[in-house]
């Protein structure tokens, strides 16, 4: 009877629910300057669009970082930053199907000055 039961509720689990860990995406790569030399400690943030979350990793010596368990159906933002200087904004897109994705961010560009 447990047997049944179990095999009945795995059957009411949508396939997609199932596989959703499996399925989940890791971006990855490196802050670099224009010589193409690590930036350690640039600040790399990602940006869920649809809900505008924002999250933050702090690239380690190397300028190498890393963002996991990233939902697959959804676009992301990514720019990192030091000091006085920004990346360009670099889309990861729902319609790309690779679960690791490497993106190299340049960061090289005087950060725009927010006047009050």
């Given amino acids: 009877m447990n047997l049944l039961f179990l095999a009945l509720l795995i059957a ?3 396939p ?11 971006v990855s790569g490196a802050a ?4 193409e ?3 350690p400690s640039a600040v790399v943030y990602l940006k869920n ?3 505008l979350t924002v ?5 380690d010596n190397t300028g190498q970082y890393r963002f996991s368990g990233l939902d697959p159906n959804v676009d992301y933002e990514i720019h990192a930053e030091h000091d006085e200087l920004t990346s360009g904004n670099h ?5 790309d199907g690779r679960k690791d994705i490497t993106v190299t961010l340049k960061v090289d560009k005087e950060k725009k000055k927010t006047g009050k």
């Fill in 12 to 14: 009411c689990v949508p």
């Fill in 16 to 26: 997609q629910a199932r596989g959703q860990d499996a399925a989940l995406r890791t």
């Fill in 32 to 35: 670099v300057d224009k010589n």
């Fill in 37 to 39: 030399n690590g930036i």
């Fill in 49 to 51: 669009v649809r809900t």
């Fill in 55 to 59: 999250k933050t990793y702090i690239a």
């Fill in 91 to 95: 889309t990861v897109s729902s319609f």
